[in-house]
């Protein structure tokens, strides 16, 4: 089961990097995705990447805080947010999916989420 880590206490304008994997097992879907969700609201698309190619796509809302990549050889995904800020407080998880759909419907296999709290 895919695992998000890396979460905890971040100082606002500081920065975030989240890793996604399944224990190291190889990563077989077509997209990993990332989604968060804060306190009483929805889950919220942050982004995703195609698994082969690498190719990430943002939630416009973040674009320009953020880098999503992978790294194959260790079956790992990565989330890096910079400037963070208190609004960025959420559960944050990883997915896999057939498509790097911009739907947590579009996601079947889910993981175990991290939290990260942004103080100001």
């Known amino acids: 089961q895919l695992q998000a880590s890396g979460g905890g206490l971040v100082q606002a304008g500081g920065s975030l990097r989240l890793s996604c994997s399944d224990s190291?097992?190889?990563?077989?879907?077509?997209?990993m995705g990332w989604f968060r969700q804060a306190p009483g609201k929805e889950r919220e698309f942050v982004g995703t990447?195609?698994?082969?190619?690498?190719?990430?796509y943002y939630a416009d809302s973040m674009k320009g805080r953020l880098t999503i990549s992978r790294d194959k050889n260790q079956n790992t995904g990565y989330l890096q947010m910079n400037r963070v800020k208190p609004d960025d407080t959420a559960v944050y998880y990883c997915?896999?999916?057939?498509?790097?759909?911009?739907?947590?419907?579009?996601?079947?296999?889910w993981g175990q989420g991290t939290l990260v709290t942004v103080s100001s």
């Open positions: 997915a896999a999916g057939p498509s790097n759909s911009y739907s947590s419907s579009g996601y079947s296999d």
């Open positions: 190291g097992r190889p990563f077989r879907s077509y997209a």
């Open positions: 990447i195609t698994w082969a190619g690498g190719v990430p």
